[in-house]
């Protein structure tokens, strides 16, 4: 059963550092566009960071534009979202998704493989 599975998601305090990870099973994951996205209570889903299939374009929202970066390990089939500098309004269930189509993870459509997510949680 193909799936992606979120980790690495904890309690940090304000200006720290978590890198999570996007694991994938039952499919090859540098086959498809992978995305980051979060959504903090009351709010919409919001699309973070997309990486294209083979890793040659990008894309960051302007809310994490030099702090946060995507990445993959094809060894492991797995795509990586460092983040620095966070903030108290980074706090948010952070979601993993691959799409087909790199336009689609922009978008951030509700198709594809999508993670369960995992919590971040920014506080002093």
């Known amino acids: 059963q193909p799936q992606v599975v979120e980790s690495g998601g904890g309690l940090v305090q304000p200006g720290g550092s978590l890198r999570l990870s996007c694991a994938a099973s039952?499919?090859?994951?540098?086959?498809?566009?992978v995305g980051w996205f979060r959504q903090a209570p009351g709010k919409e889903r919001e699309v973070l960071s997309c990486?294209?299939?083979?890793?040659?374009?990008?894309y960051y929202a302007d809310s994490v534009k030099g702090r946060f970066t995507i990445s993959r390990n094809n060894a492991k089939n797995a795509v990586y979202l460092q983040m620095n500098g966070l903030k108290p309004e980074d706090t948010a269930v952070y979601y993993c998704?691959?799409?087909?189509?790199?336009?689609?993870?922009?978008?951030?459509?509700?198709?594809?493989?999508w993670g369960q997510g995992t919590q971040v949680t920014v506080s002093a």
């Open positions: 990486t294209n299939s083979g890793d040659t374009s990008s």
């Open positions: 039952g499919f090859i994951l540098d086959n498809y566009a």
């Open positions: 998704a691959a799409q087909d189509l790199f336009r689609l993870c922009v978008i951030s459509y509700n198709g594809g493989y």
